[in-house]
């Protein structure tokens, strides 16, 4: 049967793109700007605070583990009132060795493992539609394993190196979607697969996306009437379940013309619709372009303005 979280990560095609050290003593505090895409940060030892903007302070300790989906500006600092150092990841040049906040002399109060990366997916919007703002998971030796790897394999220049870090950072997605999935994560796919009844239905939904469904065969799966079914899908997931099958659909399609490189009646096909034609309609309202164009920009963006 198809494991829809494993699904979602290998569209992602998540790669790893830089990790630091980071230390602080004293009064510090240092104020980032919005960066916008996937952050990390582990804490190694000591503790700290964070408060990202538009969410509650958090008090972060060893082994804590957060994951910013899309990075909004944020302020970490350690537990002495000080004036932040404001710095826009943007701009900021890739420092060389460990950074270190306040006093510069000494053994630190906190240290810090933190990072970024970047998808080669056509969806990247799809971690963030399915986690929160801000991830904090307390207590989860295996991440804190993860991205102690992950940092010293980004530090060094041994041969292999890209695809290691690719495959550490599609680890530690999967290990921070299993540890968010809930009842307390916001409606989308991880919810969804909480609840087990929907979860049956989820799986067969990204087993088969070529078939014809309908609300009474996937509310057989999920042992409910299809008027339940449709109802606790719809809270559950966020979306009813005709339209989550065509988003998941759309995001197969993505995939497969960006980079199986196959021929639009194909990619109709492998996606459930009957003609090319009908399939090209539903591309173009979903995505706003043709698939033939999409096909022809590499799966880019398209430029505004």
């Known amino acids: 049967m198809s494991d829809p979280l494993s699904e979602v990560v290998r569209l992602l095609r998540p790669r790893a793109v830089f990790s630091k050290g980071i230390s602080g003593a004293g009064a510090w505090a240092v104020r980032y700007s919005e960066f916008g895409e996937p952050s990390f940060c582990v804490v190694l030892e000591g503790g700290c605070r964070l408060e990202v903007d538009g969410h509650a302070p958090l008090v972060l300790q060893a082994g804590d583990f957060v994951l910013l989906p899309a990075t909004p500006g944020f302020t970490m600092s350690g537990f ?3 004036t932040p150092t404001r710095i826009d990841p943007k701009q900021a040049p890739a420092p060389e060795g460990e950074v270190r906040h306040g006093r510069q002399h000494g053994s630190p109060d906190v240290r810090l493992l933190g990072g970024w990366f970047l998808f080669d997916a ?6 963030v539609s399915l986690l929160p703002a801000v991830v904090h998971v307390r207590g989860v030796a295996r ?3 993860l991205v102690g790897l ?3 394999e980004a530090v060094e220049d041994r041969p292999g190196r890209d695809v290691v870090l690719a495959r550490l950072v599609e680890l530690l997605l999967v290990e921070t979607l299993r540890a968010t999935a809930g009842r307390d994560a916001p409606p989308g796919l991880l919810r969804g697969l909480a609840d087990a009844r929907l979860a049956a239905s989820l799986r067969q939904l990204h087993a088969r996306p070529a078939h014809a469904w309908t609300i009474a065969q996937l509310a057989d799966t999920a042992a409910l009437s299809r008027s339940a079914f449709f ?4 809270r559950t997931v966020g979306v009813p379940p005709m339209e ?3 988003a998941w659909r759309m995001a197969v399609a993505k995939d497969l013309l960006r980079n199986e490189q196959i021929g639009i009646a194909q990619a109709a096909e492998r996606v459930g619709y009957a003609s090319a034609s009908t399939f090209s309609t539903a591309f173009r309202r979903h ?4 698939p033939g164009r999409y096909a022809r920009d590499g799966g880019k963006t398209m430029a505004v303005g």
């Open 122 to 127: 056509p969806d990247p919007a799809l971690l």
């Open 287 to 290: 995505v706003g372009r043709s």
């Open 244 to 246: 989550y099958l065509q």
């Open 150 to 152: 992950l940092g010293e």
């Open 231 to 234: 109802d606790r899908f719809a």
């Open 143 to 145: 991440l804190s394993l």
């Open 80 to 82: 002495e009132t000080a």
